[in-house]
């Protein structure tokens, strides 16, 4: 069945950098587009990111753009999220998921605090 394992949240002080990784399985990782999403306490998922099955096409949303980096390695089966200038208002759960998303996995915390 589909699986994303997510890993490489923690905790982090207010500019701060940290690495997400998503390792999938049980779908054609290479043929899909691949997204991250992330929940903070109180809200609503949302989209942070997004990356096409050959990583042509990347998009962030305004609160992101400029911090963060979405990339694959379609050899892994795995996207990854590189967050820089991290901000309190960071602070969320983290997913990944191929789009459009299915069903999720445990995510990852990321909390940035000082």
């Known amino acids: 069945q589909v699986q994303f394992v997510e890993s490489g949240g923690g905790l982090v002080q207010p500019g701060g950098s940290l690495r997400l990784s998503c390792a999938a399985s049980?779908?054609?990782?290479?043929?899909?587009?691949m997204t991250w999403y992330r929940q903070a306490p109180g809200k609503g998922r949302e989209l942070v990111a997004f990356?096409?099955?050959?990583?042509?096409?990347?998009n962030y949303p305004d609160s992101v753009k400029g911090r963060f980096t979405i990339s694959r390695d379609n050899a892994k089966n795995t996207v990854y999220l590189q967050m820089n200038s991290l901000k309190p208002e960071d602070t969320a759960v983290y997913y990944c998921?191929?789009?459009?998303?299915?069903?999720w996995g445990q995510g990852t915390l990321v909390t940035v605090s000082s």
């Open positions: 998921n191929r789009w459009p998303p299915g069903a």
């Open positions: 049980g779908f054609m990782f290479s043929s899909v587009s």
């Open positions: 990356i096409t099955s050959t990583g042509g096409s990347i």
